[in-house]
Structures are given as structure tokens and as C-alpha cells.
């Protein structure tokens, strides 16, 4: 069973940056490509980022892209979000998730674990 735990969320003003972290339980971290995802109120589930198994492929949402960088370390079985310019609309509820595969994916069915998310509100 895997578990993701996310942190590194909070209150902050338009302009600002947060970095969140989420922390990966199991053995094949390094085997799987890991996303963010967001959840706005009222709105569907939206894709932000995504990272290869190496951390050689990375993939943005237009809306994020240019702003926010995901990365990731193979040898402490995390991944990382780190979000600069943020701006009001970025304010929601950010899940880490684990792909089914090795490879960059946008779509929420393409991933398996999730983990409980982390509250983001961006004060404009």
C-alpha cells in the first residue's frame, strides 16, 4: 500500500511563493512518475504538474506554467511544488497522486494513490 502525505501549504498574499512537499511510503517511489493536482470550491479536480520517474520530464498546466516547478528526490521518496507568483486563482486544495507508470501524465484517471491534500489560499 502506498501513502503520500502532503505538506507545505498555508495563507499567503498575491505575489507570494510556498513550496509544498509530499512524502511517499513503499520501495518503488523511484519507479513511477508523480502529478499535483488542484481542487478549487466549486470547480473539478484540474491537473497542474507532472514529473517522470528520473525527474528528466516535467509537464505543466498552461495556468501554472512559467510560475510553479515541480521536482522530485528519488532517494527521499518525494516530490515537490514549488509556486512563485501566486497568484488569487491558484487558491484551492493541492493532492499529490502517483502515476500508473513511468511517464508524464495529465489525466487524474492515470494515477492510482492520492494522497489527502493541502490547503493553498493565495490573499489578493
Known amino acids: 500500500q502506498v501513502q503520500l502525505v502532503e505538506s507545505g501549504g498555508g495563507l499567503v498574499q498575491a505575489g507570494g511563493s510556498l513550496r509544498l512537499s509530499c512524502a511517499a511510503s513503499?520501495?518503488?517511489?523511484?519507479?513511477?512518475?508523480m502529478g499535483w493536482f488542484r481542487q478549487a470550491p466549486g470547480k473539478e479536480r484540474e491537473f497542474v504538474a507532472s514529473i517522470n520517474w528520473s525527474g528528466a520530464a516535467k509537464y505543466y498546466a498552461d495556468s501554472v506554467k512559467g510560475r510553479f516547478t515541480i521536482s522530485r528526490n528519488n532517494a527521499e521518496n518525494s516530490v515537490y511544488l514549488q509556486m512563485n507568483s501566486l497568484k488569487a486563482e491558484d487558491t484551492a486544495v493541492y493532492y499529490c497522486?502517483?502515476?500508473?507508470?513511468?511517464?508524464?501524465?495529465?489525466?487524474?484517471?492515470?494515477?492510482?494513490?492520492w494522497g489527502q491534500g493541502t490547503q493553498v489560499t493565495v490573499s489578493s
Open positions: 513503499g520501495r518503488t517511489f523511484s519507479s513511477y512518475a
Open positions: 497522486a502517483r502515476s500508473r507508470g513511468r511517464l508524464t501524465r495529465s489525466d487524474a484517471f492515470e494515477y492510482d494513490y
